[in-house]
C-alpha cells in the first residue's frame, strides 16, 4: 500500500508545530543540537504514526501534544538517567533488600544455635525489609532496575515463605 | 563501491557554516512561513538543510532577536508563523555578507597562488 503524500498544508502545520517545539526546548535550556535531536525524534514519530492515513491538523497537533516521546524517547542515550527521586528509592530498594537477604541468613543461623528470640528478631526484619524493598522496586517500576529489585524481592519473600509454610506443617 | 547516505563530515560543517547566512538571506527576500524556507532551500544545490536542522535554527534566530514572527490566519488549519527579518538580522546578515566577500576572496587569492606557477 502506497503511504499518502503530506499536502504542503500539513508540512506547514508540522513546521509550525516543529518550531514550536524546538523553541521549547531552547527555553528549557536545552542546546540546539538537543533541540535538533528532539525535532528529529518527534518528527519521525508523527511520520510513522501517520504513515497510512493522512490527519486533520487537529488530529496532528493532538498526537504531537499526547504521543510526543517521552523524555526518555527523545533524550539521547548516553542523557538518559533516572530522575533524583527515583534514585533513591532505587538505592533503598537495593539497600533493603541486600538487607532483608543478610537477615534471613542471621535469622536461620541464630535459630540453628538455639538463639530463637534473636532469630526471630531477624525474621521479622527480613519480612519488613523486604516489603520495603519490594514497595520501593515498584514504585520505581520504569526503570530496569526498579523492576529487578521488585522481582528478586518479591521472588525471595515468597521462597523464604514457602519454605517456612513447608517446614513448619511437617508432623 | 557503496556511497553513505549522510555526507562527509567536512561537507556537512561547511554547509552547517553557511546555513544560518542562507536561511537569513532567504527570510530577506520576503515574508515567509518555516515550510517555505525549506522548500526553498530543498531546490538548492548543497543548501537543502533537514527539517530537523532548519526549525531548531529559526527558533534559536527568533530567541536571539534576528526574526520577528506573525501569526496569519490560514483556513481550516491553526494561524501560520510568518518570518521576517528584524533590524537586528538586517544588520547580521549585511556583517555575514560582508564577511563572506573577505572570506571568499581570501580563499581564491590561496587557491590560485598556490595553484598558478
Not at chain 1, 533513591?88 to 541486600?98: D, I, P, T
Not at chain 1, 528478631?121 to 516489603?131: C, D, E, Q
Not at chain 2, 557503496?2 to 532567504?26: C, D, H, I, Y
Given at each position: 500500500?502506497?503511504?499518502?503524500?503530506?499536502?504542503?498544508?500539513?508540512?506547514?502545520?508540522?513546521?509550525?508545530?516543529?518550531?514550536?517545539?524546538?523553541?521549547?526546548?531552547?527555553?528549557?535550556?536545552?542546546?540546539?543540537?538537543?533541540?535538533?535531536?528532539?525535532?528529529?525524534?518527534?518528527?519521525?514519530?508523527?511520520?510513522?504514526?501517520?504513515?497510512?492515513?493522512?490527519?486533520?491538523?487537529?488530529?496532528?497537533?493532538?498526537?504531537?501534544?499526547?504521543?510526543?516521546?517521552?523524555?526518555?524517547?527523545?533524550?539521547?542515550?548516553?542523557?538518559?538517567?533516572?530522575?533524583?527521586?527515583?534514585?533513591?528509592?532505587?538505592?533503598?530498594?537495593?539497600?533493603?533488600?541486600?538487607?532483608?537477604?543478610?537477615?534471613?541468613?542471621?535469622?536461620?543461623?541464630?535459630?540453628?544455635?538455639?538463639?530463637?528470640?534473636?532469630?526471630?528478631?531477624?525474621?521479622?526484619?527480613?519480612?519488613?525489609?523486604?516489603?520495603?524493598?519490594?514497595?520501593?522496586?515498584?514504585?520505581?517500576?520504569?526503570?530496569?532496575?526498579?523492576?529487578?529489585?521488585?522481582?528478586?524481592?518479591?521472588?525471595?519473600?515468597?521462597?523464604?515463605?514457602?519454605?517456612?509454610?513447608?517446614?513448619?506443617?511437617?508432623? | 563501491?557503496?556511497?553513505?547516505?549522510?555526507?562527509?563530515?567536512?561537507?556537512?560543517?561547511?554547509?552547517?557554516?553557511?546555513?544560518?547566512?542562507?536561511?537569513?538571506?532567504?527570510i530577506e527576500s520576503g515574508e515567509i512561513h518555516g515550510y517555505g524556507i525549506y522548500e526553498h532551500l530543498s531546490h538548492r544545490d548543497l543548501?537543502?538543510?533537514?527539517?530537523?536542522?532548519?526549525?531548531?535554527?529559526?527558533?534559536?534566530?527568533?530567541?536571539?532577536?534576528?526574526?520577528?514572527?506573525?501569526?496569519?490566519?490560514?483556513?481550516?488549519?491553526?494561524?501560520?508563523?510568518?518570518?521576517?527579518?528584524?533590524?537586528?538580522?538586517?544588520?547580521?546578515?549585511?556583517?555575514?555578507?560582508?564577511?563572506?566577500?573577505?572570506?571568499?576572496?581570501?580563499?581564491?587569492?590561496?587557491?590560485?597562488?598556490?595553484?598558478?606557477?
Open positions: 500500500m502506497n503511504a499518502p503524500r503530506w499536502t504542503p498544508e500539513l508540512r506547514a502545520v508540522l513546521a509550525d508545530l516543529l518550531t514550536e517545539q524546538a523553541e521549547l526546548r531552547l527555553e528549557q535550556g536545552a542546546s540546539e543540537e538537543q533541540a535538533q535531536h528532539h525535532v528529529d525524534t518527534l518528527r519521525a514519530h508523527l511520520l510513522a504514526r501517520f504513515a497510512h492515513t493522512l490527519p486533520t491538523p487537529e488530529e496532528l497537533l493532538a498526537a504531537a501534544a499526547h504521543g510526543v516521546p517521552t523524555p526518555l524517547a527523545s533524550t539521547p542515550p548516553e542523557e538518559i538517567g533516572p530522575p533524583q527521586h527515583v534514585s533513591v528509592v532505587l538505592a533503598l530498594a537495593g539497600l533493603a533488600l541486600v538487607g532483608g537477604v543478610l537477615s534471613v541468613v542471621l535469622s536461620t543461623y541464630f535459630n540453628h544455635h538455639g538463639e530463637t528470640p534473636v532469630g526471630n528478631g531477624f525474621g521479622v526484619a527480613f519480612l519488613m525489609l523486604m516489603v520495603t524493598s519490594l514497595a520501593c522496586g515498584m514504585v520505581s517500576w520504569r526503570t530496569v532496575l526498579g523492576r529487578g529489585v521488585a522481582l528478586s524481592a518479591g521472588l525471595t519473600l515468597f521462597m523464604v515463605l514457602t519454605l517456612l509454610v513447608v517446614l513448619n506443617s511437617g508432623p | 563501491m557503496t556511497q553513505s547516505r549522510n555526507p562527509p563530515v567536512w561537507m556537512a560543517q561547511m554547509r552547517k557554516g553557511v546555513a544560518e547566512f542562507a536561511v537569513l538571506m532567504v543548501l537543502n538543510l533537514s527539517e530537523g536542522t532548519l526549525y531548531p535554527l529559526l527558533a534559536r534566530l527568533k530567541r536571539q532577536g534576528m526574526l520577528h514572527t506573525r501569526k496569519a490566519a490560514s483556513p481550516g488549519a491553526p494561524p501560520r508563523h510568518l518570518y521576517t527579518l528584524t533590524q537586528e538580522g538586517h544588520d547580521r546578515l549585511n556583517a555575514m555578507r560582508a564577511h563572506w566577500v573577505r572570506l571568499s576572496r581570501s580563499v581564491h587569492a590561496l587557491d590560485t597562488s598556490e595553484t598558478l606557477p
